[in-house]
């Protein structure tokens, strides 16, 4: 009898200490009898806090379920830290649910100036329990306009056509204009011995050693200013480059911020986009090799963030 007493206190004992810590988690709720929220993934939604443009739109999916039925759906906005409230123009942010389970896509427009915003979702079933979940948007600068401008280059053995390129004035530059303009031109065309056609900084070995002109008065070894621009391939396609034209600034900011141009000279071929950092003050820029031709001149198409 004795044994059986203590038996049973042990087990009662045991079966208060599992109620307890089954309706009793670290903090003091029962988190079952909140909602579940979840924001869809995939193309076109946005699921995490992230960058974008001031200005444009958005999409955030949401999935709620429930052991009852969800008796509403809040939608507020917190501007640059402030106070949540009620979106403009927004049909659904005050919405009675009235059911165990919903998936429904939310879409508005973030601010059209440089700052944060936070999106708050909550559902609510009839009891007031809530769950809340937040996306926050760091807005920045609206991408502009691209301008694309085409050029004609010749190479060292052209008379007609210079080989340096003024990124300013969107001009080539013989020789002897060149030197007088030195301090904007950033690149140069030349083609080596083996026949290969090469973009080079005028800072360049490779530009010193091809641009002497007929008496080498003109040289690029004699002018007052040689600048380093630094070039780069990208893998940006001929589609892609032209899809840039088409779009805006956004992918052409993109590829200047991924990853810095290092070299100083390029052989170049048709099709193949190269990303260009200048330092004369012109902007930087992404430039495709539309033609290298025989009678010693290149056609190239260079983009850049438009005014």
Not at 56 to 79: D, Q
């Amino acid at each position: 009898m004795k044994n059986l007493k203590i038996s049973l206190i042990v087990a009662l004992v045991i079966g208060a200490t599992l109620t307890f810590n089954a309706c009793n988690p670290d903090d003091g709720t029962d988190v079952s009898a909140n909602p579940k929220l979840n924001f869809l993934a995939g193309t076109g939604y946005t699921s995490t806090n992230t960058t974008i443009a001031a200005g444009s739109s958005f999409k955030v999916g949401l999935s709620a379920s429930h052991t009852k039925k969800i008796e509403t759906l809040k939608i507020r906005v917190s501007y640059s830290g402030g106070s949540k409230v009620v979106p403009d123009n927004c049909t659904i942010c005050d919405t009675t649910i009235n059911k165990e389970s919903f998936t429904l896509d939310f879409t508005n427009t973030v601010e059209n100036s440089i700052g944060t915003e936070t999106w708050y979702f909550t559902v609510t079933d009839k009891d007031g329990a809530s769950t809340e979940s937040s996306l926050t948007f760091t807005r920045t600068a609206a991408p502009k306009a691209v301008r694309a401008s085409q050029i004609t280059l010749g190479n060292q053995n052209s008379t007609q056509l210079g080989s340096s390129f003024n990124m300013q004035a969107f001009a080539a530059m013989l020789l002897k204009d060149a030197k007088l303009a030195s301090d904007s031109i950033d690149l140069c065309y030349v083609k080596d011995d083996i026949g290969g056609a090469v973009l080079c900084a005028p800072s360049s070995t490779v530009a010193a050693t091809y641009l002497k002109g007929t008496s080498g008065t003109n040289a690029v070894s004699t002018w007052s200013t040689r600048n380093a621009t630094k070039i780069r391939k990208t893998t940006i396609t001929k589609t892609e480059f032209d899809d840039i034209v088409k779009t805006n600034s956004a992918k052409l900011l993109a590829e200047v911020s991924s990853t810095a141009a290092t070299t100083d000279n390029v052989t170049v071929s048709v099709n193949d986009v190269y990303y260009v950092g200048p330092v004369s003050g012109a902007k930087y820029c992404l430039i495709r090799i539309n033609s290298i031709d025989v009678d010693n001149t290149m056609t190239i198409e260079m983009l850049v963030e438009d005014e």
